[in-house]
């Protein structure tokens, strides 16, 4: 079946500090991948997605590259800022029907400190 | 704003008792899901609708659990006589699905947590 597996939290990292969170999967063919975050007291949102092997996605200064190869989709910030303090969830979607039946990883909670 | 609400936002109950959850999805979006998040846990898929058809369930609902979505807007979840291991958190999410274009992006909302003594 389908599975994420991401890093282990918490992540404590200084204001400014480089960000990455390890995202791999296992899936049939080629799902669409996708980071959420979920900032304390609200819902889960979308942060970025990558529909196909090679694809980049970006948002608000953070980066994920779906690597086929190595079944991967590491997410990126090159400075983090205090309101970036949120659990980050890395989720996969079958290329099979049209539904966004989504596969969650655990989630990773990172704290950014002044 | 007009996203995704659900309500209550938490609930404790008693062991055997019933409860039930509504989410009001995003006006336009024909598509509602319901997952479920224990502590420690991402998100898992219970089932989802299309407009007022529930197209499918996960082998996680079982027939204790049962979702409508009757007039294709508001959606309901209940347990009936819970029992403690459903205690966790129950997220909604809607989308909006065409042939044109699926993004698969969700829009979920904050959740609605219950406790089960």
């Known amino acids: 079946g389908n599975s994420v597996t991401q890093m282990e939290g918490p992540v404590t990292l200084s204001e400014e500090a480089f960000l990455t969170i390890n995202c791999t999967y296992t899936a049939t063919g080629y799902p669409s991948l996708f980071w959420y975050v979920q900032y304390p007291g609200e819902g889960l949102q979308l942060l970025l997605k990558a529909t196909k092997a090679d694809d980049k996605g970006s948002n608000k200064g953070f980066e994920a590259t779906y690597r086929k190869e190595t079944t991967s989709f590491h997410l990126e910030k090159g400075s983090v800022q205090v309101s970036d303090s949120a659990v980050y969830f890395c989720?996969?979607?079958?290329?099979?029907?049209?539904?966004?039946?989504?596969?969650f990883g655990t989630g990773t909670r990172l704290q950014v400190t002044l | 704003d007009t996203g995704v609400s659900q309500d209550p936002r938490h609930k404790i109950t008693k062991r055997g008792q019933n409860v039930t959850f509504r989410c009001d999805p995003i006006s336009e979006h024909n598509r509602l899901y319901w997952y479920r998040q224990t502590l420690g846990q991402g998100p898992e898929f219970l089932t989802y609708?299309?407009?007022?058809?529930?197209?499918?369930k996960s082998r996680l609902l079982s027939d204790r659990f049962s979702a409508e979505r009757p007039k294709g807007s508001f959606s309901t979840l209940e347990i009936q006589r819970t029992e403690q291991g459903d205690s966790a958190m129950y997220l909604c999410?809607?989308?909006?699905?065409?042939?044109?274009?699926?993004?698969?992006?969700?829009?979920f909302g904050e959740g609605s947590r219950l406790t089960v003594l």
């Open positions: 989720a996969l979607r079958p290329n099979t029907g049209t539904a966004s039946k989504l596969t």
């Open positions: 999410a809607s989308s909006l699905a065409s042939t044109v274009s699926n993004t698969g992006e969700l829009f």
């Open positions: 609708f299309q407009n007022e058809a529930q197209l499918e």
